[in-house]
């Protein structure tokens, strides 16, 4: 069985969402966040008029976030999503904890090129534990941490750079 969708979870996710989407619009200078229509991705960047990316964002509970940082050795995302890589406009992926206090992002192409495959039996989500086909292994794509980029200072700079565009504009 995979994790049940929980429409509760949902709704408070996407309020960080929205919430990312305020803060991330008082800190770049030249690229424009705008909400996404969440189902493939949740933000999309602007350039001028011009998108120029997504960002795939995962919402993680504090608790989780703190292992995140000291315990696991690797950032992941579930292996279905490497179809990011491949689409037409560039997506990074990114986690934020659930205060809107950090970040990572990779951009999809470096995680699908350079990350591995990790199973997991089980995913923790909204408090609950769920356990993957009658005990089988879920795939993700991991990705060591320390090739995502860290924090928002500098994010701007590291999507642009990424993206192939001029730092200067």
Do not use: C
Request: glycine letters at 6%; hydrophobic letters at 35%; charged letters at 35%.
């Amino acid at each position: 069985m995979s994790k049940p969708f929980d429409v509760e979870l949902a709704k408070k996710t996407r309020q960080k969402e929205i919430k990312l989407v305020e803060k991330l619009k008082q800190i770049f200078k030249t690229l424009r966040p705008e909400l996404g229509p969440g189902k493939n991705h949740n933000i999309e960047i602007f350039q001028e008029n011009r998108k120029i990316a997504a960002m795939e964002v995962e919402v993680v509970r504090k608790d989780r976030w703190n292992k995140i940082k000291t315990k696991y050795k690797t950032a992941r995302w579930p292996e279905a999503k490497k179809r990011y890589a491949q689409d037409e406009i560039p997506v990074f992926m990114a986690s934020v904890p659930e205060d809107l206090s950090d970040i990572f992002v990779i951009d999809a192409k470096t995680w699908v090129q350079e990350g591995t495959e990790e199973k997991e039996r089980f995913v923790r989500a909204g408090g609950k534990a769920y356990t993957y086909r009658k005990g089988g292994e879920e795939p993700f794509w991991a990705i060591d941490k320390s090739r995502v980029h860290w924090g928002f200072e500098e994010l701007e700079t590291y999507l642009k750079k990424a993206l192939g565009l001029a730092l200067s504009s």
